[in-house]
């Protein structure tokens, strides 16, 4: 690691380049040991030029004539970015737009290494560094080593190299010339609020269509940390939304959550240690699923309707007993903080600290999925006053709070996430773009310390290798260049208006319908699932039939009313443990306001007459 004092932030390396924009590599102080090992220098580029059929075409940095050569490194249109007055201060969307307009343009082209510290404001380095995790990794991830032809890209910085080296293909046999995509947009996302952002394939060269992100770089490979352009944008909305309390943290983009679910338990989990991981009592299914064929033994931990008990957390770590449970004592939490799934739990601050200090007692690492984070919505009031929900205590003083009207606002509103407590770099973050924008991009990316971001590059490149290309591009220009930071935020802002909408749709219809003597429900606080439990107690057959058969006598039922509800028995954590008691997970994400209330309205029928109770 080459060690460059402080003050060099944003230092920029300037190389001239063939058609005379100069041009600059941003570098600081955690990007050096990166850019070092990749390439300084831009590649000979060539000058636009008009093909035969009359039709213009730019090569540049996406040039097919050059290729492979386009191959370059990251860097920024202007010189002496040096930015000074920030420092310090919390990092905001008019800060992001000023650095960004004195770094001048993002210059990625084809394959281009990038990683965050390229993009993280320069008071993200003033911590101190996340502890090594060298003691978890498992063999399989210790083994990994870089993906050689990845590698390869960094001799590219050799001016005049011809590379008959990688295997991209030349863009000019990419059949795609130009992709358009109308959006809704800001202020209303709706109606007249209308925008279409457009990707031709040598806007680069071209400087059109914003000009930093086309499609003869985001049709060929890429690497698997992902696009500089997209890990631009999540790198600053990390910063934005978490500010994690130390400084080598960074990003990578990930193919969802479910992917990089797969990989962190493999980086941490070895079935041939006997290593365990713990999460919530009533976890979600796919998790669960992960870890089974890995052979990783899942412990739940008990739950109250705000999820986690930290409680419950310290008592199995502090009397594990690996002979008795056939395990090593678990160093990995996997847990869904946010509308979790399938309780519709969220952990208040307060909550995750006690979680978060508990995993410190225990030296466990946390695997923080939060694709729901920003589906936090307003409190839940409009139960009439003469009908108080179970769990009334719990809500006995909620109030209404006014609705977040700035971005400031609504990030000032939203729960600290783990993140940003995580003082030790003991946390993996995941977001998703699956439910807030679309599931189908297959898009999302981790946050972690650099070691562990690096294990899981390492891992990508030899398995997905990273997101789709067309993904990345189409999820750039929305996020980024029609949208921008402001855009995205107000569209969660839009979105966890229409969720409270539906929230409170589904209870409207919970407490018109169902019978409240043996079914009841904590108002989900964030997401979009609504648990609902069924006193299995009161059931006239309770002595004598066990939950699940109850679980499924209900099931049955309502599938023949017309309704899917979801057993809370396929989400237990430990299947071979009786469950503690009688649940049905419902989802107020999809159905029509109308089909909610008569799939509710179902449901209490099923248990009705499941319980033997009079109709209503
Ligand atoms: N994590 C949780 C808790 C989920 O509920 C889901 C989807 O239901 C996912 C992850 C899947 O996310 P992705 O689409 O990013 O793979």
Redesign the pocket.
Known sequence: MINIPRLTFYRQIHVQNTIGIKRGISCNRMATSTLSSVSHVHQTQTQPHILTNGSTRSFSASSPSQQPSNVGNVGFAEQDTIIGKQAHEPLTVDGIKARRAKAGKLIAPTASYSDSDMFKSPQAFDKPKAKRWDHLLTEESRARKPCALKQAAKHLKKPGLISLGGGLPSASNFPIDHLSMHVPAPPSFEGGDAATAEAGKYDVAKDENGGVYDLAIALNYGQSIGSAQLLRWVTEHAELAHAPPYADWRCAL????????EQAFRMFCDKGRGDAVLTEEYS?S??LETAAPLGIKVFGVKMDGQGLLPESMDEILEGWDEEARGARKPAVLYT?PSG??PTGATQSAERRREVYDVCRKHDVYIIE?E??YFLQMQPYTSHPPSNPPPHSDERAEVKPIPHPETVEQFLKQLIPSLLSMDVDGRVMR?D????VVV?GS?T?WITASEQIVERYIRHAECCSQGPSGISQILMYKLVDETWGHEGYLRWLMHLRLEYTRRRNTILAACEEYLPREVVSWVPPAAGMFLWLRVDHTQHPQASTKSILEIEEDIFNSCIDKGVLAIRGSWFRAEQDVPPSGLFFRTTFAAASEDDMARAIERFGAAVRESFRLASD
């Open positions: 990930t193919i969802g959550s479910t992917g990089a679910l979600f796919t998790a869904v979790q799934n999925d694709p729901y995941m998703s773009f699956s439910k599931p297959r999302g």
